[in-house]
């Protein structure tokens, strides 16, 4: 947190600011509203009152039945490819990072290297063979194709973060733990998790999110409906010809609700984790 | 640092490279030989199966004749240029928020902030096609009750642009000439929450004595920014210059799922990665698709390059 | 510390949602895993109307009944990533047993993904066992003759269709009612017109808003080609002296190149004049709006009438908390005294096609079942299924159509139709970017026709020079197709299906002789036309 720069003089003129940020901040979450209030009406009631919500003894409430039945199998499955991909994700990174941290091993410097090299490669451009690889793998149509493909896409960032962070934990407390003959599976585990919690957690985050929206692999990968993730599912949804304004925004909202759900037990993690992680990134 | 390690000793601490074997394999498979498997394949007609014919040079001949392409480059151009104005509100309101005395609300405001972000990006953007929409559309409502509509048709008159009539429902993603205007529009008003939190980051630095100086000085808070905030983010909005202009060119998720694989109306809105995937997932020509590939490849690696050296020499 | 507790419980959830999800998607519901044999076939469409999943659903499940150790599964893809769906997975290998064709297929891609079913379509459906249609061959147990599945350039049969398609005028009865105090549906221009003037006073004095039709750029060209044609009819008669009634395109354009007739002839005039009339009865800017815009309209009650197709029946009635009403497209009448001077009568329907064809993919695991299913669905029993929950029209011969869809029955009787302008890709693009000076505020049929002339030669010209081209390469390859099938028609005398395929070939390659004249000549015809243009 910043440090406070209280000079009584100024202190009277705060309220302005307060009101500008409250008006950026209220059309940024404007489209938030419209889909809360859109939600409980149906398209009569939504094209004869577009900005107000309703009264609650007017609200549709059986958009919010049939979006739980439409959404919550595509949330099972993105929970489920986002949480396996996160882990994975960390899990290999970590071991990796602890290696190119740990000592200047021979060859280190030749695949640190050919991993930065990554860092200026754009996704774009490997999507279609990538595609063909999958398909070789026979992966295509699989919710592991989406959790693998989680995994090995943050290896390069997460090991990049995590190098720095390891190289800064003291040296004497590896070397304490070899004293006790700990294995470097001991050490990472004993030392190195313990220490890099938040940055653990920054990254964990950001996986996460990252792996939650994609929609462009599922959407390519993937052919049963019964292993949409989220992505797909919305999209299909748009699809419809015929649209009941109310049910689509419920289940845009059923969509949103896990994230929304655990945001608001960890939100200093999540504040704290995109500041820090922002500026890292 | 890393320490340094005698070749005996790393003989001994041989298991270490089952550590990085993981990540290695993983990153071999789904990234180097992908990339690599791109190159090659990029020099054959190839219709995604089995079968290929080696063309030499010709995939790239017909790049460098595709007229939607380059017309594609010109389009990211106005949308990275548009995309370099759609940082300021960002930055405005970081500098809002830092001014604020209260660390209370500062946090809160924040929390706030990264609301959005955590709302899945497909249901914004969905949310904001919604807006769109010519009939029930938000934003063709406020247009016409807050009377910009009118505006915006004498201006039509006046400019003979042929696009806006007064009682005519406006279809922002539907008429060619208003596509890249909407998707310029889209997101307003342009807040970026890991841009605010990376201003946010950059400007706590700036301690109370700096603006208690300032203030002894009579200085106004627009010299404020400009002299004392504005040089201390310097970096981190050079950063996400940098993130921007990438993310920009390699982007087409927006355009695809607004606009359809053709690039909407007239295709106006085609950018260059939309064409590629369009040419692979729509058109089967997994070749072409491949050289085009190659050209957005070495284009973003050429700009990633230069930055690179631009921000590390402004450090 | 409460910080720790919240992200620990926090988590803690996530925790127990992804066990839980993981438990769902590692255990399946048993159903899916039943048996051990269960031959899984899949079946993916876009049509996703009101009705059409149900109707397959039921056909699936009939099947599955009769069939015990097969399953059916159906795969709806929204229309606008069809394309993009389709070749991701024919190209993956992994795409659905039986797929709907239509958008997004190329001659080279149904050759290269699609198994042929000229065979097929020369045997008799073993479903229509016990029927009027026993013994029959398949392609003579659909109305169109199975044309709707047939590819000219690959003379062969790639499609089975299970239903017929036309296009309608859908009232909004209470409306009508309200407005006109009966619920008479027009019958013919006059009456359609005088009943929109109608709506406007009644909207005008009640200070309801209301419009007479509901229009978009899908609905609204739907109605406007209906009524200009009927303009076109003798003209199109008279330029076509060969014998043939039906509209012929490519000899059309060689007239006009020749300056037989032009933008300005009295029959285009009017049509123009008509549609513009038309126009005025729509939402203002209906060219921009979408299909469901104009749907949306006409369910909320704010219009009287809407023109579109038998597939949004079942989708409107469902939606529309009025009755609706549906009658042939209200077009004016040989008495008609303003339009009715260049009219030869209502138009016939007769040579419509089936519609909603089901190929069968190459990479099928099991081609049989597949091929199996197919002609279930195309067996009359089982199309009558589909008519009755979807509420489309049937495909096969002697199913009778649900009662909903039987005002959608093509109408057999009437004459030939006339004019199309907008035939070919350039030629349909000068249509669209020139219709607002037709349909503008600030639009005329004398602005609209002028534009036109500047641009059709040039387009006709792109169109005919694209049309050569496809057509020599067709011309080419069934030389080739010719040969071989001459070859084993003459080492199997007593296939049928070869047989088929010969004469089918014959046939094909004399339409394409005739079209490569033809084209050539209107191509020269028009290219100097277009030289001799300042």
């Not at chain 1, 979450?29 to 409980?40: D, H």
């Not at chain 1, 990174?93 to 941290?101: E, I, V």
């Not at chain 3, 069809?82 to 797929?99: F, S």
């Amino acid at each position: 947190m910043s440090a406070p720069h209280a000079v009584s003089g100024r202190k009277s003129r705060d309220w302005p600011k307060h009101i500008l940020i409250w008006i950026v901040l209220g059309l940024e979450l404007l489209p938030f509203y419209m889909m809360l209030q859109i939600s409980l009406k149906n398209n009569r009631m939504f094209y004869e009152n577009t900005w107000l919500p309703a009264l609650p003894q007017d609200w549709v409430l059986s958009n919010y039945v049939e979006a739980f039945k439409l959404i919550l199998p595509f949330v099972a499955n993105s929970v489920v490819v986002s949480v396996s991909a996160t882990i994975g994700a960390l899990l290999f990174a970590l071991l990796g990072a602890y290696f190119f941290a740990r000592y200047r091993m021979p060859g280190g410097n030749v695949l640190w290297a050919a991993f930065l090299l990554l860092m200026l490669l754009p996704g774009v451009a490997n999507i279609v063979t990538l595609f063909a690889l999958l398909q070789n793998l026979n992966l295509l149509n699989t919710l592991w194709a989406l959790i693998i493909l989680g995994i090995s896409g943050g290896q390069v960032f997460c090991i990049y973060v995590l190098r720095n962070f390891i190289e800064d934990i003291p040296r004497d407390l590896f070397e304490a733990a070899e004293m006790d003959g700990a294995s470097h599976w001991a050490q990472l585990r004993n030392v190195v998790i313990p220490m890099s919690g938040p940055i653990i957690g920054t990254l964990a985050i950001l996986m996460f999110l990252g792996s939650w929206n994609d929609f462009l692999m599922p959407l390519i990968v993937l052919r049963d409906p019964e292993l949409f993730t989220i992505g797909v599912g919305l999209i299909y949804l748009d699809g419809e010809y015929v649209k009941q304004w109310g049910r689509t925004m419920a289940a845009f909202f059923v969509a949103s609700l896990p994230l929304i759900i655990i945001f608001l037990f960890t939100m200093k993690l999540f504040v704290r984790g995109l500041s820090s992680g922002a500026l890292k990134g | 640092m890393p320490l340094p390690i005698s070749k005996k000793k790393a003989l001994h601490e041989w298991k270490l490279y089952l550590f990085i074997i993981p990540s290695l394999l993983l990153v071999g498979t789904f990234s180097y030989f992908p990339t690599l498997s791109a190159i090659y394949h990029s020099f054959f007609r190839w219709g995604g199966g089995d079968a290929k014919e080696f063309i030499g040079l010709k995939n790239f001949i017909d790049v460098l004749n595709d007229q939607v392409f380059w017309a594609s480059f010109v389009t990211i151009g106005i949308l990275v240029v548009a995309n370099l104005f759609k940082m300021i509100p960002s930055i405005f309101l970081a500098v809002l928020i830092h001014r604020l005395r209260s660390d209370k609300w500062q946090y809160w405001y924040r929390v706030i902030l990264v609301l959005p972000m955590i709302v899945p990006g497909l249901v914004t953007l969905f949310i904001w096609k919604f807006f769109f929409d010519p009939n029930l559309g938000v934003l063709n409502a406020a247009i016409e009750q807050s009377g910009i509509k009118t505006a915006l048709v004498h201006l039509d008159k006046f400019f003979g642009w042929g696009v806006f009539f007064e009682g005519v429902p406006t279809a922002w993603l539907g008429e060619p000439a208003l596509i890249i205007p909407a998707l310029i529009i889209w997101g307003f008003p342009w807040i970026g929450a890991v841009g605010v939190l990376i201003f946010l980051a950059g400007l706590q630095s700036i301690g109370t004595e700096v603006y208690e100086a300032a203030d002894l000085d009579g200085v106004t808070p627009f010299q404020k920014f400009l002299h004392i905030e504005f040089p201390l983010i310097m970096t981190q909005v050079r950063l996400s210059l940098v993130l921007m202009i990438i993310g920009t060119l390699q982007g087409f998720g927006l355009q695809f799922l607004l606009l359809g694989e053709n690039g909407g109306a007239g295709g106006r809105g085609m950018v260059p990665g939309l064409w590629m995937f369009n040419r692979a997932f729509i058109a089967g020509e997994f070749g072409y698709a491949c050289a085009l590939g190659l050209f957005l490849f070495v284009f973003i690696l050429a700009l990633t390059l230069f930055n690179n050296k631009f921000v590390r020499v402004e450090k | 510390m409460r910080e720790r507790i919240l992200n620990t419980i926090g988590f803690g959830l996530l925790a127990v949602c992804f066990v839980v999800a993981l438990g769902r998607t590692l255990w399946p519901k048993p159903k899916t895993e039943s048996g051990e044999n269960v031959v899984t076939i899949r079946i993916a469409h876009w049509q996703l109307e009101g009705g059409v999943r149900e109707a397959i659903d039921a056909m699936a499940r009939a099947y599955e009944a009769e069939h015990p150790g097969v399953r059916v599964v159906q795969i709806p893809i929204p229309e606008r990533i069809y394309t993009n769906w389709l070749i991701t997975q024919l190209v993956g290998g992994t795409a659905p047993d039986i797929i709907q064709i239509g958008i997004g297929i190329s001659d080279e891609r149904l050759s290269r993904f699609f198994v042929p079913l000229t065979g097929l379509a020369e045997e008799p459906n073993p479903y229509n066992k016990g029927t009027d249609l026993e013994g029959i061959p398949l392609r003579d147990t659909i109305f169109d003759g199975m044309r709707g599945g047939y590819n000219e350039a690959l003379i062969e049969f790639y499609g089975v269709p299970l239903s017929g398609t036309s296009i309608r005028a859908y009232y909004n009865l209470d409306l009508l009612k309200k407005v006109t105090g009966s619920e008479k549906l027009p019958t013919n221009f006059r009456e359609f017109i005088e009943l929109c003037k109608k709506v406007e006073d009644y909207s005008q004095k009640t200070g309801e808003i209301l419009l007479p039709i509901a229009a978009s750029r899908y609905n609204g060209p739907q109605l406007m080609e209906r009524l200009f044609d009927s303009q076109t009819q003798k003209l199109v008669q008279r330029e076509n002296p060969v014998g043939t009634l039906e509209f012929q395109p490519t000899l059309t354009l060689r007239r006009y190149a020749e300056g037989d007739w032009d933008m300005r002839t009295p029959e285009l005039l009017s049509g123009f004049e008509l549609m513009r009339a038309v126009a005025n009865y729509m939402q203002p800017g209906f060219m921009q709006l979408q299909r469901d815009d104009a749907t949306f309209y006409f369910v909320q009650g704010r219009t009287l009438m809407i023109t579109s197709g038998s597939w949004d029946s079942t989708s409107i009635r469902s939606q529309a908390p009025f009755r609706v009403g549906i009658a042939p497209i209200p077009a004016p009448t040989r008495d008609d005294p303003e339009y009715g001077e260049f009219i030869l009568g209502p138009l016939s329907e007769a040579g419509s096609l089936a519609a909603v064809s089901f190929g069968l993919t190459r990479g099928s695991p099991h081609p049989k079942v597949a091929k199996d299913f197919l002609l279930f669905m195309a067996s009359q029993r089982i199309n009558k299924i589909w008519t009755d929950v979807s509420g489309w029209l049937p495909s096969v011969v002697g199913v009778e159509p649900h009662p909903s869809a039987l005002p959608f029955k093509p109408i057999m009787e009437g004459y030939p139709s006339g004019l199309n302008l907008a035939p070919t890709p350039d030629l349909k693009r000068i249509w669209a970017t020139n219709a607002h000076l037709l349909f503008g505020p600030e639009g005329s049929a004398e602005r609209f026709a002028a534009a036109m002339e500047r641009d059709f030669l040039r387009a006709s010209t792109s169109d005919l020079r694209r049309q050569l081209t496809s057509i020599e390469l067709n011309g080419k390859r069934s030389d080739t197709v010719l040969a071989a099938l001459a070859v084993q028609a003459g080492d199997h005398p007593d296939d049928r299906a070869t047989a088929l395929k010969l004469d089918l070939a014959i046939q094909a390659a004399a339409t394409n002789d005739r079209n490569l004249q033809s084209t050539r000549a209107a191509l020269k015809a028009s290219e100097q036309a277009l030289n001799s243009q300042p």
